[in-house]
């Protein structure tokens, strides 16, 4: 390997390095960083005669990284937010920023906390731009190699990602008003009774109530099962299926009086909703800004 110097290095292809190792897939990095395939491919040739390394080499499996190339991946997480940092300064305008935020979201929160969000960033940050998503079983590893920046949830992950808690939440369940059950409050033995409407995401493929409710060994019956909290309430009028939803999202939807909300087992505990993102973050001024006012939608919300 011949020595290098950083005169040798057009920093200006660090980004577009740092997602080609991220990616492993020049089609992937290309469209992440708006240029076209062949441009992606000519970048990738210069980056490795100027590093003198391979990079990415095909596979069976794909492309994988040399063992040079990981290294490099690892330092570029952490180098690169803090040269963007120092480009930037130590202040964040938010008038002047043009930054694209990527988020993985479901319906619910995008509901709770959008209105505050999108009306905050809107006035204050024009030139920033918001991409929201369903979450999906590859959010977590879309976090850790750079292509997401928050996603939230009330399933915390493991680390090295970061959950920091925005609200707290309870369930409700949410029924046809002319549902056979006709209690204030429903018990284990009702949602074992009649088919659910199950909300699925994520990688257990299953939303936070089946999880506790697996877990006090209530049997569920044959069921619907959707990917959005709005099509759960749209399948309920005229059924006798039972949708356990988390409490503020069920009651803002059940207002034209073909739907009732009745308490849910007490057995069901409250939980925190949060949200994640990788700690090469932590520090980034508009990642940090951007937190911010999800935190105080949050924080609204609770009190």
Not at 146 to 151: E, K, N, S, V, Y
Not at 196 to 204: G, Q, S, Y
Request: hydrophobic fraction near 40%; aromatic fraction near 6%.
């Amino acid at each position: 390997m011949r020595d290098m110097h950083i005169e040798d290095v057009d920093l200006n292809l660090l980004k577009a390095l740092a997602v080609l190792l991220q990616e492993r897939h020049v089609s992937r990095a290309a469209a992440r960083v708006r240029l076209s395939q062949s441009a992606m491919s000519r970048t990738l040739g210069r980056l490795r005669r100027t590093l003198d390394d391979e990079l990415l080499v095909r596979t069976p499996n794909g492309y994988e990284l040399t063992p040079r190339a990981r290294t490099i991946h690892q330092e570029l997480q952490s180098i690169l937010p803090r040269l963007q940092a120092v480009v930037r300064g130590e202040g964040f305008d938010p008038a002047t920023a043009s930054d694209t935020v990527r988020v993985h979201c479901t319906d619910y929160a995008c509901t709770l906390l959008g209105g505050y969000v999108f009306q905050q960033l809107f006035h204050q940050a024009r030139g920033m731009s918001l991409e929201i998503e369903p979450l999906s079983p590859h959010t977590y590893e879309d976090i850790e190699r750079g292509r997401l920046d928050l996603a939230f949830s009330p399933i915390k992950p493991t680390a090295p990602l970061r959950f920091q808690t925005l609200f707290h939440e309870d369930f409700v369940c949410l029924l046809s008003a002319d549902h056979p059950v006709t209690s204030d409050r429903l018990t284990l033995d009702d949602l074992a009774r009649y088919p659910p409407v199950r909300v699925i995401v994520m990688e257990a493929g299953q939303m936070f109530p089946e999880r506790q409710l697996r877990e006090l060994g209530v049997p569920r019956s044959c069921g619907l099962q959707v990917p959005y909290f709005s099509a759960a309430i749209a399948a309920l009028p005229g059924t006798t299926l039972i949708a356990t939803l988390p409490r503020r999202f069920a009651v803002r939807h059940a207002t034209d009086g073909a739907l009732r909300v009745a308490e849910a087992p007490v057995e069901l505990r409250p939980y925190p909703y949060g949200m994640i993102w990788h700690p090469r973050l932590n520090t980034d001024p508009a990642h940090t800004w951007i937190r911010g006012l999800f935190q105080e939608a949050g924080d609204a919300l609770d009190a």
